[in-house]
């Protein structure tokens, strides 16, 4: 029947290998960036601010598909069904959509270049670029050595945040370094969970993840000082002036931080179980960056 050419349990795999919903990860600090930039200048810039998402989405896309390719290589993917290489068979075809896709993703930060005639932000995107590549490609491998956390932080965080502000203002802005601390530690988060369940791979593979080099009960219990630390900084922000009032909004959030966190004390050394976390980090990650804009956007008004 051509109604059934691709089984449910196929089509569960496909949609784990794509992760729809990590691609939040992309967009977020380019809200924030936006968001504070209106706040601040009263101007938004459409045209500038959509082709920055789609070309961020783009440069994810080549980052995930890049590192299943790498992870290929070393054998850490050996048992992950819905790695895109293992579900195609095609490492070489992934490659080069991948390099597609970073290719695509450079084009709009070079027409958002051309519209300035500033390569600022072209500069920043790079080195966004380049760390990514060392965090994962040879000979390199910086994720291997438990430093993925911390390029995570400042590519998604001060870099993409600092770059989406710029492509709106042309200018610089401590506030938006501040709401990018905070952008960056809740990113890091969903790969610091993607580790839990992984600790026999990791070791199998070499890869000294923090989780690895913690222990799961260690990693369980920095997850909730390491997350709840952004509502501090939240608070800490308003009470010194540097964001508005209206960013307590973020607090809303709450509820979905509360819910990874006893998730993972619970199940830390149960891989079936603890495996879905970052899904609940991602859901702690888009809600609190939403509202956080949201309420630099109404501050505006």
């Not at 967009?27 to 789609?54: L, N, Q, R």
């Not at 790695?83 to 084009?107: A, C, D, E, M, Q």
């Not at 390569?119 to 050595?145: A, D, E, H, K, S």
Request: hydrophobic letters at 50%; aromatic letters at 14%; a neutral charge.
């Amino acid at each position: 029947m051509t109604t059934k050419l691709i089984e449910y349990p196929n089509t569960k795999l496909w949609m784990a290998a794509i992760k729809p919903p990590m691609y939040s990860v992309a967009i977020m600090p380019i809200w924030i960036g936006g968001a504070v930039a209106f706040a601040e200048t009263k101007y938004f810039h459409p045209a500038v601010f959509s082709t920055f998402v789609a070309a961020a989405v783009f440069i994810l896309a080549w980052e995930n598909l890049s590192n299943d390719v790498f992870d290929s290589e070393t054998g850490i993917d050996k048992n992950k069904a819905h790695s895109l290489v293992n579900l195609t068979g095609n490492k070489t075809f992934i490659f080069w959509l991948g390099n597609l896709f970073l290719v695509l993703g450079l084009l709009g930060i070079l027409s958002i270049a051309w519209w300035q005639q500033d390569l600022t932000v072209v500069g920043i995107i790079l080195l966004c670029c380049v760390l990514g590549y060392m965090y994962q490609g040879p000979p390199f491998r910086l994720g291997y050595q438990g430093l993925g956390e911390v390029i995570c932080f400042f590519c998604f965080g001060p870099l993409a945040v600092t770059a989406a502000y710029y492509s709106q203002t042309q200018s610089w802005s401590w506030t938006s370094l501040a709401a990018s601390v905070i952008v960056g530690i809740v990113t890091s988060l969903i790969l610091f969970c993607s580790h839990f369940h992984q600790v026999k791979d990791d070791l199998a593979a070499g890869k000294r993840s923090p989780i690895v080099r913690l222990g799961t009960q260690k990693s369980a219990q920095l997850l909730l000082w390491v997350g709840g630390s952004i509502y501090i900084l939240a608070l800490l922000f308003v009470l010194l002036g540097i964001f508005p009032t209206w960013t307590l909004l973020s607090l809303i959030s709450l509820p979905y931080a509360l819910k990874l966190f006893r998730h993972v004390w619970e199940y830390h050394n149960q891989p079936e179980k603890v495996s879905n976390c970052k899904f609940l980090a991602v859901e702690m990650h888009f809600w609190s960056s939403l509202l956080l804009g949201l309420g630099f956007i109404l501050a505006a008004s």
